[in-house]
């Protein structure tokens, strides 16, 4: 059985092991370690002893370059974002850039700062803003399903009832009614709204 049993407080590069977590399923022990940037990360004695892991994964970030990066999904994002917002011939710039959306000045200067402040991009996933009248930013970014930035288009036409406003397929959701039913009694029998939901 594997033990690795290390003391609080001992340093491994840019990690400080703060508490001991129990061990894993093969027998070694768990520690929750604080990095230097001031992620919390529970690492294995091991991967600390033998040096696989000396950071909650900043030091790898710190070490890319532009060029390391140029074919990951991040940096087509990345790319594909500020075409749309500085490119006049991009066909997308209209909804865009050409509408006054604009990217932060950090990330317009350099793609290592996207990759900081967005992390990796999940499988499925693609950048979204929050709200769509404002521009590329870490506090009006994520990264989202395909769903979820359906129900966020600036042309999806929100509906206000009981204190709550949602577009029709969130409405259709908590309502549990056929989304084709509910758009039928609101768009083609203009039902109000009160006995759409209700009936």
């Not at 977590?21 to 070694?28: A, I, L, M, Q, S």
Request: glycine share 8%; hydrophobic share 25%.
């Amino acid at each position: 059985m594997r033990k690795h049993n290390i003391e609080i407080g001992t340093r491994f590069e840019r990690l400080t092991v703060v508490s001991k977590e129990g061990r894993d399923k093969w027998g070694n022990y768990l520690y929750s370690c604080k990095c230097d940037c001031g992620n919390i990360r529970t690492i294995t004695g091991f991967s600390l002893d033998s040096g696989n892991t000396k950071s909650c994964g900043c030091l790898k970030i710190d070490r890319m370059t532009t060029h390391d990066s140029s074919f990951t999904r991040e940096y087509r994002s990345y790319t594909a974002l500020k075409s749309r917002c500085l490119n006049p011939d991009d066909e997308k710039y209209s909804h865009y850039g050409g509408r006054g959306i604009k990217v932060c000045r950090r990330w317009r200067k350099d793609f290592l700062n996207f990759y900081k402040d967005m992390g990796r991009r999940p499988a499925g996933l693609s950048i979204d803003r929050i709200d769509n009248n404002k521009g590329y930013s870490k506090r009006n970014c994520r990264w989202a399903t395909p769903q979820i930035q359906a129900r966020n288009r600036r042309d999806n036409k929100m509906i206000e009832y009981g204190k709550q406003t949602c577009c029709l397929a969130e409405w259709s959701e908590k309502l549990e009614i056929n989304y084709t039913t509910l758009w039928a009694r609101i768009y083609c029998y203009h039902w109000d709204i009160d006995r759409a939901f209700n009936s």
